[in-house]
């Protein structure tokens, strides 16, 4: 049995190095063509006409931009303890368990 695994292994071997040797190409490419400017070659140059805008919102090239608008007054708050009693009816009579859950307090 353990011969047997040897050669099968051996053989295996042998095979997959006759299998790329056979596959691999003489000379590798990278895979770009060499045709001439291309769409990246447009994609790095600038602009013009992003470049030459004015609106009310640009003042000496800075444009400000409100990105937090849904953040204002979110950042004072603090966590609240509520105690929450519930009612159920078990083995002839009323029970109440209570327990707490939490909520957010803005101040």
């Not at 053989?11 to 596959?23: C, E, M, P, R």
């Not at 291309?38 to 919102?57: F, H, N, W």
């Not at 929450?84 to 083995?91: A, E, G, H, I, S």
Request: proline content about 5%.
């Amino acid at each position: 049995m353990d011969r047997r695994l040897f050669l099968t292994g051996m053989l295996g071997l042998a095979g997959a190095t006759t299998v790329i040797a056979l596959a691999r190409p003489a000379t590798a490419l990278a895979g770009i063509p060499n045709t001439g400017p291309g769409i990246l070659d447009e994609l790095d140059k600038p602009s013009d006409a992003v470049l030459d805008q004015d609106g009310p919102d640009v003042q000496d090239g800075i444009e400000f931009v409100r990105h937090r608008r849904w953040h204002r007054g979110w950042h004072r708050r603090r966590r609240g303890w509520r105690r929450v009693c519930r009612r159920y009816w078990r083995n002839g009579y009323w029970r109440r368990r209570c327990f707490r859950r939490s909520f957010w307090i803005r101040f």
